[in-house]
């Protein structure tokens, strides 16, 4: 049969989407999600490039399913689908999913308040606060985060030879903060940082081919994301961010795994400690309160275990068609 339907919940969590796919969930074989996220790349990328991509949906577009857990002492398991990919983790879209979930009666957790999800990147701890049907905020315990390289070099036509880090919270992301060539995402607009980041994502891969791959998962591999630091608007805020992701998205949340990787790049560097908040705003200045929880190691790097904290809001019921046989642009479409 050519005609698929999904029944979703769209909200967003601080501005950035959340699409939660309710029904039409692919068989997929494995037996941990990250097996499962690559049957799924392998065998029905095309749902994802369906339900993410214009006319479905947009650059910044991203959501999940919801599967059953494999340890029946976890809750369930997760399918990150986005722009860019499946990601192995999705902070924002963690956020998203449980507010959803959770108000939507998707889920029953064992213990409520409390919840534990199998992510791709692996066990990530939830805890969240209801008041009647509504859910206040999400805090979700990331898996291991550290950071990779630093002092790496780039150069970035218009701007000159840029120097950043590369640090993983469930994705790898390369980390600009303002220096000679960058004074800071304040002074400059959003369609330059897509443009900047486009280049300097391609010059990453050529120049460092290989190189950040996690330590304990192969399938986890590369700079997907770039993250450039800059002023705060406002001033109780410990910092700022834009993220770019996919190939023309800034993430209007502060990005939970952006946030994790710069958790443990500042924490690494020795400017930010143990149980300390960090106020992350957004481009569009939501935030989120991200902590490091523990300090730990990963494959020999020191890592800690970060926390981010964040509010979602559901605003719509979404019945999707994608009919193959009817419709030129059923897998989607980007300019
Ligand atoms: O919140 O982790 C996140 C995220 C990744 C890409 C966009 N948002």
Not at 62 to 75: K, R, T, V, W
Not at 120 to 135: C, F
Request: glycine share 10%; proline share 6%; with cysteine.
């Amino acid at each position: 049969m050519s005609r698929k339907t999904f029944e979703c919940v769209d909200g967003h969590t601080c501005g950035n989407p959340v699409r939660v796919v309710k029904t039409g969930h692919p068989n997929l074989i494995g037996d941990t999600m990250s097996e499962k996220r690559q049957h799924f790349i392998k065998e029905y990328d095309w749902i994802r490039t369906g339900l993410m991509f214009e006319p479905r949906g947009h650059d910044m577009m991203s959501g999940s399913f919801l599967y059953p857990p494999h340890n029946p002492e976890n809750d369930f398991a997760i399918l990150f689908i986005e722009t860019s990919g499946a990601l192995p983790m999705c902070g924002h879209g963690t956020i998203g999913t449980i507010t959803i979930a959770i108000q939507e009666g998707l889920l029953k957790p064992k213990v409520p308040g409390k919840i534990r999800m199998e992510a791709p990147a692996g066990l990530v701890e939830i805890e969240y606060q209801q008041t009647a049907e509504k859910v206040d905020w999400v805090k979700l315990t990331n898996v291991k985060s550290y950071l990779a390289a630093q002092g790496l070099t780039i150069d970035c036509p218009e701007l000159g030879e840029l120097n950043f880090d590369v640090a993983y919270g469930g994705n790898f992301y390369a980390i600009f903060d303002p220096q000679e060539n960058f004074s800071g995402i304040q002074d400059i607009s959003a369609s330059k940082i897509v443009q900047y980041s486009q280049v300097v994502r391609e010059s990453i891969k050529e120049k460092y081919p290989d190189q950040f791959i996690h330590p304990e998962d192969q399938s986890i591999r590369n700079v997907t994301h770039l993250l450039w630091t800059g002023d705060t608007i406002d001033p109780n805020s410990s910092g700022r961010n834009a993220v770019f992701y996919g190939e023309k998205a800034i993430d209007r949340s502060p990005c939970g795994t952006g946030t994790s990787a710069r958790l443990a790049q500042l924490h690494a560097k020795g400017k930010l400690q143990k149980g300390e908040d960090y106020i992350h705003e957004s481009f569009i200045g939501s935030t989120f309160i991200g902590c490091v929880e523990e300090e730990t190691t990963l494959g020999g790097f020191p890592a800690i275990i970060p926390s981010v904290k964040g509010w979602a809001k559901v605003y719509g019921y979404n019945t999707i068609i994608i009919d193959e046989e009817d419709d030129p642009y059923a897998h989607g479409f980007h300019v």
